[in-house]
């Protein structure tokens, strides 16, 4: 199994990356590539699914690459978006992605002493089988979804919280995630939930 890590925040070096490799290779082995380097006819034969990662960049503000939006809408392989990448595939789906007011920043549920955005699973589909309706996760955005006519757009929510409406999603008909918060700093509910996606969604597809 081999998947593309598409790396969205653009600076080289840049150990952002490091803790979705770290968290991926336990499952697969894996590609790094930049959002500015996919192109619309990029080729992803070798590869059984795709993670887009976060970014400091803003959607709202055009902060993206319209090669990459356009890959985006012809992708068939299963794709785990995180934060930026979890707003970039609803944007491809014809979704709007807003600028918030505030920046959102929950700390790490890794350190006990820390106490995360609390997300309510509405839906548990694939990726949150064995998690409580609650979970605790780490955060850090200002940008989020939309949550207006979601269903227009073939978007089905499966999670939310107090912060944003829209936490987690999955196309109806392809096998599109995406999660707003970081699973990739969400201690032991992020390892389940990637764990939930490579064995539930990637190898039955």
């Not at 996919?38 to 970014?55: L, M, Q, R, T």
């Not at 995180?82 to 350190?111: D, F, R, W």
């Not at 912060?163 to 096998?175: L, N």
């Amino acid at each position: 199994m081999k998947t593309l890590i598409i790396n969205c925040y653009r600076k080289s070096p840049d150990k952002s990356i490091d803790n979705y490799c770290k968290l991926i290779g336990n499952f697969s082995l894996y590609d790094v590539v930049y959002d500015k380097d996919i192109k619309e006819d990029f080729k992803i034969d070798k590869y059984n699914a795709i993670i887009i990662s976060g970014s400091k960049s803003f959607i709202s503000k055009g902060e993206y690459f319209k090669d990459f939006l356009e890959f985006l809408k012809n992708i068939k392989i299963p794709v785990l978006g995180i934060c930026y990448g979890h707003q970039i595939i609803a944007k491809s789906l014809g979704a709007e992605v807003k600028h918030g007011t505030k920046m959102i920043k929950m700390p790490c549920p890794e350190n006990p002493t820390d106490h995360g955005e609390k997300v309510h699973i509405i839906d548990k589909d694939e990726i949150f089988i064995g998690l409580d309706n609650k979970i605790d996760v780490y955060e850090s955005h200002q940008e989020y979804v939309d949550p207006e006519y979601l269903d227009k757009f073939g978007i089905k929510l499966l999670a939310s919280s107090k912060s944003y409406p829209v936490e987690a999603f999955k196309h109806i008909k392809r096998p599109l995630y995406g999660v707003q918060f970081h699973i990739e700093r969400s201690g032991e509910v992020g390892k389940k939930i990637i764990s939930n996606f490579y064995k539930l969604v990637v190898q039955k597809f």
